[in-house]
């Protein structure tokens, strides 16, 4: 896992093993005759020293990968930041993103804090960490993950999961024949998913130069310490990118589409 290829391979079999739907979707796009061109990957943390941004993102820096934006979320009390492959033109833009603990009550706080001592050092220094997945309890409570809920969504994805790709993103801008977000959308509806529309089913504009929407979190069965409950994994993304003033496609994000984008992994109902 300590070269670019391996690197996202690995992330990529882990993520589709988690959402096996992420995977059909991709065969679907390349049964079209589309390219799928990856835009960007996203990894969810919390803003504790040991497992922060800093700590996951040095497996990139270590492949050529360097910061750029950042990113504040305050109505979900995130912060977070891209890195951008300094050498290859169509590697995958990474983003990380890390709660901000001490926005919380005492009970998260705790939680979180006694979750992360959970981590084993030995991983913390290889970059299995990235796929490493939920590396504190055997079986998670679903009374501890309610109790997170109330508070954050987000933390209670993160209890359930950990470490691992919380989405891929299909770059619309490489489409043929899908290559608008209005035709994406309605290809993947026609094919029976369902996306999260949440502030709307696009988020940004051309205006804004990125247009983005995404699928509902795949529903999963999920083992708990009081039984097996359905709950939501991960997610496929989809973004158009417009070209900026110096003509190349925009390589930012817009923070209040990304808002409604993490929402793509809140609980529901089938």
């Not at 709660?99 to 084993?120: A, K």
């Not at 109330?150 to 024949?177: C, M, P």
Request: charged share 25%; glycine share 6%; net charge negative.
């Amino acid at each position: 896992m300590n070269t670019y290829n391996s690197l996202f391979e690995s992330l990529w079999r882990d993520y589709t093993t988690r959402n096996p739907i992420a995977g059909d979707i991709y065969k679907l796009f390349a049964a079209e005759g589309e390219n799928v061109v990856n835009d960007h990957i996203a990894f969810r943390t919390f803003d504790h020293p040991r497992i922060n941004i800093d700590v996951l993102s040095r497996w990139f820096l270590n492949i050529g990968y360097e910061a750029r934006g950042e990113y504040f979320f305050e109505d979900k009390h995130l912060f977070a930041r891209h890195f951008e492959h300094r050498d290859i033109e169509n590697a995958p833009r990474v983003f990380i993103s890390q709660l901000i603990c001490s926005h919380f009550s005492n009970y998260l706080q705790n939680t979180v804090s006694e979750l992360v001592q959970q981590v084993p050092d030995k991983l913390l220094q290889s970059p299995e960490i990235l796929v490493a997945g939920n590396v504190w309890e055997t079986l998670p409570s679903h009374e501890t993950y309610n109790q997170l809920r109330q508070e954050s969504e987000y933390a209670a994805w993160l209890y359930l999961w950990g470490f691992t790709v919380n989405h891929f993103t299909v770059s619309v801008s490489h489409l043929n024949k899908l290559g608008s977000i209005e035709k994406t959308n309605e290809f993947l509806k026609h094919k029976g998913f369902v996306l999260n529309n949440s502030g709307g089913e696009i988020k940004g504009s051309p205006a804004e130069l990125l247009e983005q929407s995404s699928t509902k979190a795949n529903i999963v069965k999920h083992r708990f310490l009081e039984g097996e409950f359905e709950v939501p994994v991960t997610y496929y993304e989809f973004a158009r990118r417009y070209p900026d003033i110096d003509g190349k496609l925009y390589r930012g994000f817009i923070a209040k589409s990304a808002d409604k984008i993490f929402e793509s992994t809140n609980y529901y109902s089938k």
